[in-house]
């Protein structure tokens, strides 16, 4: 059968199908230690599943507003107003079926054939790809691992054309967990401010900040930067609802109903009562989330300290998000590997350890790790790399 060209030029997402392969493992009975998911280990807190289980024997499980319910696009309001300092209107929110199905609106409502946008490498794996489904083109520039992964303004405004419309920001960062500073941010927004450029600004890991580490909307730095900024978040990461599919977007009030039009015609409104779970999740206890990061940093620093000790691995201390990512380009070396998925592909075979190679991310030097797992779990998958790459 023929299929449409924006479809063959997909590339299927390399976190899924490693995720996919590790748990059919799994299934066959063999101990595989799984750091390629990119989702936080504890369950949803329960006063959101009750808000949830609540709602449906309320009955409030019909159709919604497409954008989302009044009460949630509410909340989302007053969180950008509290944690951000920013004033959104509900008809600039659109609530969405993940930060994901934000993303693929935006680029759907925004580019036209031909149309670029600046994606900073290491980029998580599906920014190219919907913007190849928009039928956009992807312009890349390369996050150097001496500058922790993140580009410069310089950078990016040599990579501007006359058919640049956007540059997506993601801050902290997946899969390296890096964050940029308020002056870096400045310099790049004056840029793409003097250029007419679209800031698409990733805050999924927004509240996954550690160290004292400061997180920087590009809206907030003047009315300008403000209105030519689109933000994507969501409930996945921060309240550990990755299943349940509920992000939001706001922006520009013309293509935020753009992207809300395009809804009406492909998933209509998210499920209701995800909804009420979210609306919990925003007004109820923060005190999960702070745990969860408690733990986080706990991990972050025993992964670290451990790949640090393996002979032909680098690994730099990320700012925020779950994720670490070594360079293994000297271990594939001494173990005459010329690329990280064959090295990645091996290391599940006869340590049944799951890494996401970094080539998916734009990076054939790197792996990326989870560190949403157990302390038990890591240790003992940081232990099989060791193993792995001394039998080099």
């Not at 107003?81 to 079926?97: A, F, H, M, P």
């Given at each position: 059968?023929?299929?449409?060209?924006?479809?063959?030029?997909?590339?299927?997402?390399?976190?899924?199908?490693?995720?996919?392969?590790?748990?059919?493992?799994?299934?066959?009975?063999?101990?595989?230690?799984?750091?390629?998911?990119?989702?936080p280990d504890f369950n949803?807190?329960?006063?959101?599943?009750?808000?949830?289980?609540?709602?449906?024997?309320?009955?409030?499980?019909?159709?919604?507003?497409?954008?989302?319910?009044?009460?949630?696009?509410?909340?989302?309001?007053?969180?950008?107003?509290?944690?951000?300092?920013?004033?959104?209107?509900?008809?600039?929110?659109?609530?969405?079926?993940?930060?994901?199905?934000?993303?693929?609106?935006?680029?759907?409502?925004?580019?036209?054939?031909?149309?670029?946008?600046?994606?900073?490498?290491?980029?998580?794996?599906?920014?190219?790809?919907?913007?190849?489904?928009?039928?956009?083109?992807?312009?890349?520039?390369?996050?150097?691992?001496?500058?922790?992964?993140?580009?410069?303004?310089?950078?990016?405004?040599?990579?501007?054309?006359?058919?640049?419309?956007?540059?997506?920001?993601?801050s902290p960062s997946n899969?390296?967990?890096?964050?940029?500073?308020?002056?870096?941010?400045?310099?790049?927004?004056?840029?793409?401010?003097?250029?007419?450029?679209?800031?698409?600004?990733?805050?999924?890991?927004?509240?996954?900040?550690?160290?004292?580490?400061?997180?920087?909307?590009?809206?907030?730095?003047?009315?300008?930067?403000?209105?030519?900024?689109?933000?994507?978040?969501?409930?996945?990461?921060?309240?550990?609802?990755?299943?349940?599919?509920?992000?939001?977007?706001?922006?520009?009030?013309?293509?935020?109903?753009?992207?809300?039009?395009?809804?009406?015609?492909?998933?209509?409104?998210?499920?209701?009562?995800?909804?009420?779970?979210?609306?919990?999740?925003?007004?109820?206890?923060?005190?999960?989330?702070?745990?969860?990061?408690?733990?986080?940093?706990?991990?972050?620093?025993?992964?670290?300290?451990?790949?640090?000790?393996?002979?032909?691995?680098?690994?730099?201390?990320?700012?925020?998000?779950?994720?670490?990512?070594?360079?293994?380009?000297?271990?594939?070396?001494?173990?005459?590997?010329?690329?990280?998925?064959?090295?990645?592909?091996?290391?599940?075979?006869?340590?049944?350890?799951?890494?996401?190679?970094?080539?998916?991310?734009?990076?054939?030097?790197?792996?990326?790790?989870?560190?949403?797992?157990?302390?038990?779990?890591?240790?003992?998958?940081?232990?099989?790399?060791?193993?792995?790459?001394?039998?080099?």
């Amino acid at each position: 059968m023929k299929l449409a060209k924006r479809v063959s030029l997909l590339s299927p997402s390399p976190t899924l199908a490693i995720t996919a392969k590790s748990n059919e493992m799994k299934r066959q009975g063999l101990d595989v230690v799984g750091l390629g998911a990119g989702e936080p280990d504890f369950n949803t807190p329960t006063h959101i599943i009750e808000a949830a289980e609540r709602a449906m024997r309320e009955g409030r499980t019909k159709y919604t507003a497409t954008a989302g319910i009044p009460e949630l696009l509410q909340a989302i309001s007053e969180k950008f107003e509290r944690d951000n300092g920013l004033t959104y209107s509900t008809k600039q929110i659109i609530v969405t079926n993940g930060g994901k199905h934000a993303l693929y609106n935006l680029f759907m409502s925004l580019l036209d054939p031909g149309d670029e946008v600046i994606i900073p490498i290491p980029y998580w794996v599906s920014y190219p790809e919907m913007v190849k489904v928009a039928e956009g083109v992807p312009v890349f520039i390369e996050g150097y691992e001496a500058n922790a992964f993140k580009v410069t303004a310089q950078q990016v405004k040599t990579a501007i054309t006359p058919r640049t419309r956007a540059i997506i920001l993601n801050s902290p960062s997946n899969p390296t967990g890096s964050i940029y500073t308020r002056q870096e941010l400045e310099e790049i927004v004056e840029v793409c401010l003097a250029h007419n450029i679209l800031m698409v600004s990733d805050e999924i890991y927004e509240k996954l900040i550690y160290d004292g580490h400061e997180h920087v909307s590009v809206a907030t730095f003047s009315k300008e930067a403000y209105e030519n900024t689109v933000i994507i978040n969501g409930m996945s990461k921060p309240y550990s609802m990755t299943g349940w599919r509920m992000g939001y977007a706001a922006g520009n009030q013309t293509l935020i109903q753009a992207m809300v039009d395009l809804s009406s015609h492909s998933t209509s409104n998210p499920t209701s009562f995800a909804q009420y779970g979210s609306l919990a999740a925003l007004t109820g206890t923060q005190e999960p989330l702070e745990m969860m990061k408690r733990e986080f940093v706990k991990r972050r620093d025993r992964v670290v300290d451990l790949l640090n000790q393996i002979e032909g691995i680098s690994c730099l201390k990320p700012e925020g998000a779950f994720y670490v990512f070594p360079n293994v380009s000297e271990a594939m070396k001494k173990m005459g590997y010329d690329h990280v998925d064959k090295w990645c592909e091996d290391l599940l075979v006869e340590q049944k350890v799951a890494l996401v190679p970094g080539s998916g991310f734009g990076s054939a030097n790197h792996a990326r790790i989870s560190y949403a797992a157990s302390m038990e779990q890591l240790e003992k998958g940081i232990e099989r790399i060791r193993q792995f790459v001394r039998r080099g």
